[in-house]
């Protein structure tokens, strides 16, 4: 699965010479928590509400809601930013996204394209795509089966769904030390026969999720 299957394309933006104050009407109406920074079409930065919080007067002000809103008009995106965002290519894998951003410890990746802007991708999409790759909201049953960590084991697995005529429609693997986790989804809701047929082959039937809705 690559970035640009899960990015947001035209994401909103914000010029690096506009006031915070823009920034904030924008991120508050559109209900945003980041806003790529640009300079005409490149990015040169990224503007988080932590960015913007650095740069307002706290609470405890003595100043008038007007004089805030003045130092505010005043201030520049530019001063806030976050400089040099980290960006990605819309054609990288998502799981090298994912890595960036665990590395960089970062929830945001702008997505560029020649160097232009073309999307954003966040932490959430990672996540719903995690979701998405397991199948966990789908119809059916989720079997998880301790599997010696050997050549062949995961055929043997798909055997015994295929001889009941049951559909693997996601699988992953979780490997430990000498064993791993297999994870296999399919849309069979009675996975009696598979679970006996698997255990009289030498592998441990471990956890089982059925979701019938």
């Given at each position: 699965?690559?970035?640009?299957?899960?990015?947001?394309?035209?994401?909103?933006?914000?010029?690096?010479?506009?006031?915070?104050?823009?920034a904030?009407?924008?991120?508050?109406?559109?209900?945003l928590?980041?806003?790529?920074?640009?300079?005409?079409?490149?990015v040169?930065?990224?503007?988080?509400?932590?960015?913007?919080?650095?740069?307002?007067?706290?609470?405890?002000?003595?100043?008038?809601?007007?004089?805030?809103?003045?130092?505010?008009?005043?201030?520049?995106?530019?001063?806030?930013?976050?400089?040099?965002?980290?960006?990605?290519?819309?054609?990288?894998?998502?799981?090298?996204?994912?890595?960036m951003?665990?590395?960089?410890?970062?929830?945001?990746?702008?997505?560029?394209?020649n160097?232009?802007?073309?999307?954003?991708?966040?932490?959430?999409?990672?996540?719903?795509?995690?979701?998405?790759l397991?199948?966990?909201?789908?119809?059916?049953?989720r079997?998880?089966?301790?599997?010696?960590?050997?050549?062949?084991s995961?055929?043997?697995?798909?055997?015994?769904?295929?001889?009941?005529?049951?559909?693997?429609?996601?699988?992953?693997?979780?490997?430990?030390t000498?064993?791993?986790?297999?994870?296999?989804?399919?849309?069979?809701?009675?996975?009696?026969?598979?679970?006996?047929?698997?255990?009289?082959?030498?592998?441990?039937?471990?956890?089982?999720?059925?979701?019938?809705?």
């Amino acid at each position: 699965m690559y970035v640009k299957s899960r990015m947001t394309s035209n994401p909103y933006t914000i010029a690096f010479d506009a006031p915070i104050s823009e920034a904030l009407t924008l991120m508050s109406e559109k209900n945003l928590k980041r806003l790529p920074v640009v300079d005409k079409e490149k990015v040169v930065g990224i503007l988080t509400q932590g960015d913007i919080q650095k740069v307002s007067p706290t609470k405890a002000t003595s100043l008038s809601i007007f004089e805030i809103n003045y130092l505010l008009s005043k201030t520049k995106v530019k001063d806030a930013m976050t400089k040099n965002a980290i960006t990605v290519s819309q054609d990288c894998l998502l799981e090298e996204a994912a890595v960036m951003m665990r590395d960089n410890r970062i929830g945001t990746l702008p997505v560029v394209d020649n160097g232009k802007l073309v999307g954003i991708i966040t932490e959430s999409d990672i996540f719903d795509a995690f979701i998405e790759l397991l199948g966990f909201k789908d119809k059916g049953s989720r079997i998880t089966i301790e599997s010696l960590d050997i050549p062949g084991s995961l055929a043997d697995i798909a055997e015994a769904f295929e001889t009941y005529n049951a559909n693997i429609t996601h699988a992953a693997v979780y490997r430990g030390t000498g064993k791993s986790d297999v994870v296999v989804r399919t849309n069979a809701l009675n996975t009696e026969d598979i679970e006996k047929k698997l255990t009289e082959q030498g592998y441990k039937i471990v956890h089982k999720i059925v979701n019938d809705k």
